[in-house]
């Protein structure tokens, strides 16, 4: 079993920065990817980013490819999502999610249904 609590949403205006975290509780596996989906009043959750916990490669979304950075603190067990030149289409709930992934480069690192665990969200709300 594992939980995951997120935390740094907040109130930014267009052009701003703000990171989130992530802090993993329970056992982590080698063979697991962390990933940050979120979620925009209305629509479907998307995919953001995943990281392979075991070899921190990394899988952006094209939409946020070159502004977020995601990073794995192994010692603290936390995914840190650094999100830069944010813009109003940014603004939705951030979700933190972990579970098995043995083909991390895959289709299937993208999916959320790929995930086990769930965090409970966290708004992010970028104003113009």
């Known amino acids: 079993q594992m939980q995951l609590v997120e935390s740094g949403g907040g109130l930014v205006q267009a052009g701003g920065s703000l990171k989130l975290s992530c802090a993993a509780s329970?056992?982590?596996?080698?063979?697991?990817?962390m990933a940050w989906f979120r979620q925009a009043p209305g629509k479907e959750r998307e995919f953001v980013v995943a990281?392979?916990?075991?070899?921190?490669?990394?899988n952006y979304a094209d939409s946020v490819k070159g502004r977020f950075t995601i990073s794995r603190d192994s010692a603290k067990n936390t995914v840190s999502l650094q999100m830069s030149s944010l813009k109003p289409e940014d603004t939705a709930v951030y979700y933190c999610?972990?579970?098995?992934?043995?083909?991390?480069?895959?289709?299937?690192?993208?999916?959320?249904?790929?995930?086990?665990?769930w965090g409970q969200g966290t708004q992010v709300t970028v104003s113009s």
């Open positions: 999610a972990a579970g098995p992934m043995p083909y991390f480069n895959g289709p299937s690192a993208r999916s959320y249904r790929s995930y086990l665990y």
């Open positions: 329970g056992r982590t596996f080698s063979t697991y990817a």
């Open positions: 990281i392979s916990w075991g070899t921190g490669s990394t």
